[in-house]
C-alpha cells in the first residue's frame, strides 16, 4: 500500500504477529513491496491483488 505500511507488515511477519503476506500492485507503494522478497527470504509472499479499493484506476474506490 505504502512505505510505512509495507515496513510494518514485514515487521508483522517477522515477529509471527502475521504468518504470511500479499501485493497489491496497483496500490502506490507495490514497487517497493516488490523488491521485499529478495531482501527477506524468509519472509512467505501470499498472493497478488491487481485490484486496490482505494485506488479507482485498478476498478476499486467510491
Same mark, same amino acid.
Given at each position: 500500500? *505504502?512505505? @510505512? !505500511?509495507? /515496513? /510494518?507488515? !514485514?515487521?508483522?511477519? @517477522? @515477529?509471527? !504477529?502475521? &504468518? %504470511?503476506? %500479499?501485493?497489491?500492485?496497483? *496500490?502506490?507503494?507495490?514497487?517497493?513491496?516488490?523488491?521485499?522478497?529478495?531482501?527477506?527470504?524468509?519472509?512467505?509472499?501470499? &498472493?497478488?491483488?491487481?485490484? *486496490? /479499493?482505494? *485506488?479507482? /484506476?485498478?476498478?476499486?474506490?467510491?
Amino acid at each position: 500500500m *505504502c512505505p @510505512e !505500511i509495507n /515496513a /510494518a507488515v !514485514i515487521e508483522w511477519v @517477522e @515477529e509471527g !504477529i502475521a &504468518s %504470511s503476506c %500479499s501485493l497489491m500492485v496497483p *496500490c502506490p507503494g507495490a514497487a517497493q513491496a516488490m523488491r521485499m522478497p529478495g531482501r527477506r527470504p524468509h519472509v512467505p509472499f501470499g &498472493s497478488t491483488s491487481l485490484r *486496490c /479499493a482505494r *485506488c479507482r /484506476a485498478s476498478g476499486g474506490g467510491r
